[in-house]
């Protein structure tokens, strides 16, 4: 039996596909490629949500409704903020929001960016943001998040970064939207599930700690030893290695590419690239066989920090995309109408054994 599940196809899905072994990612019949940095992410939202959530309008506007209607429900909570982490504010402000209600497919998204920029902002002690409902979605999230507006090649970054984490097959935040989705609790239900599934460092924590491990490093020639040393002490080395792909994380490359556009600290790409050339070799050495390569995390880490988003909100910022894909799995887990519900192997002390 294997504890993670590993192999176990556990659902059906029309909405996306990880090939781990030629390092693909699929999403409603396109390559990645194809969408991050082509299409917006309020078109990308739409397109994966066909058929299964309908739209009324121009998706832009949707969105840009969805977060002034999510803004007026949520600013009043910002006291509560206080002395919370931003992944913790985040999931306090969508835990507020009632279950069911007309278009809360779209209150959910919109709701995930101004939870996200609200949170962060509430942890460093700054009022919030209203949103712009005329804004694209990628632009008006900078906005809300930094208090200044964006340029157009920052909102194409961040655009390109929300596309890029839409959707990613049932990963451990998916399956877990699923599973509560599974028992009709809800939507915004399933959503808060997926965000504190998410939330930990083995998924969607590990951008920030992936630059307290190039901060740590410092520079290129004190890579190698200082992963070794890691390897040795029997650490994980943040950005690296995945449940799926056997080879190079397709989203790695679209981020790195993005990343590469923004000025952020000079050499800061260069000096990644020296770390993760050293970190694939220490990982070759010293976990020979077990194929470990670069995930999405590691360049996020690079192009959230170019974006001038502090590390504790990379993990809310990683939310605020992946909210669309949690609510589209969860509409399309409970359409399959059956409560998820495996089994467990009870190896404990049977009555008889026990007396
Ligand atoms: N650094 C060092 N060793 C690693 C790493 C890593 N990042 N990842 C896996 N390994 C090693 C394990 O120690 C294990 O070694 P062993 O055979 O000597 O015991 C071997 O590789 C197999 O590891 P598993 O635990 O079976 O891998 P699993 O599929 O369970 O883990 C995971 C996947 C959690 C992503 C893991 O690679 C990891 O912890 N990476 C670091 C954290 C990270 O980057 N998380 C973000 C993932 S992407 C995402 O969720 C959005």
Redesign the pocket.
């Given at each position: 039996m294997a504890i993670?599940l590993?192999d176990v196809i556990a659902a059906e899905t029309i909405l996306s596909h990880v090939d781990g072994e030629a390092g693909r990612l699929i999403i409603r019949g396109h390559d990645l490629e194809e969408l991050a940095g082509h299409v917006t992410y309020e078109s990308a939202v739409a397109m994966l949500w066909d058929g299964l959530v309908p739209l009324q309008g121009d998706p832009r506007a949707v969105f840009g409704e969805a977060r002034a209607g999510a803004y007026a429900r949520l600013s009043p909570l910002a006291a509560h903020l206080k002395g919370l982490t931003p992944v913790e504010g985040m999931r306090l402000l969508l835990a507020a929001l009632p279950d069911s209600e007309r278009d809360h497919a779209s209150l959910a998204v919109g709701a995930a960016a101004v939870a996200a920029a609200m949170a962060v902002r509430g942890a460093q002690g700054l009022a919030s943001i209203a949103p712009d409902p005329k804004a694209g979605h990628a632009a008006d999230l900078l906005h809300m998040l930094r208090g200044a507006p964006a340029d157009e090649g920052e909102a194409r970054a961040l655009d390109t970064y929300l596309v890029t984490?839409l959707d990613?097959g049932l990963?451990?935040s998916t399956f877990t939207a699923r599973v509560v989705a599974s028992t009709e609790a809800g939507l915004l239900s399933s959503v808060v599930a997926g965000l504190c599934a998410l939330k930990g460092?083995?998924?969607?924590?590990?951008p920030g700690?992936?630059l307290d491990m190039l901060d740590t490093i410092g520079s290129a020639d004190r890579a190698e030893a200082w992963l070794d040393a890691a390897?040795a002490r029997?650490?994980?080395?943040?950005?690296?290695?995945?449940?799926v792909y056997k080879v190079r994380?397709p989203r790695a490359d679209v981020l790195k590419v993005a990343a590469a556009t923004l000025k952020g600290r000079d050499n800061r790409i260069a000096f990644a690239e020296a770390v993760e050339k050293a970190a694939l070799a220490v990982?070759a050495r010293?976990?020979p066989g077990?194929r470990?390569d670069t995930?999405?995390?590691?360049y996020t880490a690079l192009l959230l920090e170019a974006l001038s988003v502090p590390r504790e909100g990379f993990t809310p910022l990683?939310a605020a995309g992946r909210t669309a894909g949690w609510v589209a799995h969860a509409i399309e887990q409970a359409r399959a109408g059956r409560i998820i519900r495996p089994q467990s192997r009870y190896v404990g002390t049977w009555p008889a054994e026990a007396a």
């Open positions: 993670g590993d984490i990613h990963n451990a460092p083995l998924h969607g924590g590990a700690p992936v390897i029997n650490e994980r080395l943040m950005g690296f290695g995945h449940r994380d990982l010293r976990k077990r470990l995930n999405v995390e590691f990683f």
